[in-house]
């Protein structure tokens, strides 16, 4: 995927920003509004709650995220985000999200695996 334009990196930023900022202040109907309406299909938003707080926890409790570029193909986008705990430990994760009419939205989250030898 080439790198997005200006526009929708703005875009893309800003959905990611807006739900990490959600997750922050424990507004869970406010961060799950920015998932992908086919994520909202598969779950709903009690399980959201709980896979959030069970297996995305530095997410969940981010004292901040520093999003990188964003990579568009008009439809779907990727891009990588440094998660910051509270107490400082950080980890990366790579965000997909889709283009909607209502704008991009967030259709999963992945951990990043820290490179290996000779990677």
């Known amino acids: 995927m080439p790198l997005s334009k200006p526009a929708v990196r703005h875009q ?47 997410v969940w409790k981010n004292a901040r995220g520093d999003v990188g570029l964003p990579r568009d193909d008009g439809k779907m986008a ?4 440094r998660v910051f705990g509270k107490e400082g430990s950080s ?11 209502t704008g991009w939205r967030i259709t999963g989250v992945v951990p990043k695996l820290p490179d290996g030898p000779g990677t």
């Open 12 to 58: 893309i930023v800003a959905t990611v920003e807006l739900q990490l900022a959600a997750l922050r202040q424990d507004d869970w109907k406010r961060a799950y509004s920015f998932a992908s309406t086919g994520f909202r299909h598969r779950i709903p938003q009690d399980v959201f709650v709980a896979l959030i707080r069970r297996s995305y926890p530095m």
């Open 78 to 81: 990727r891009v990588p985000v």
């Open 91 to 101: 980890a990366e994760y790579e965000y997909w999200l889709v283009k909607e009419s």
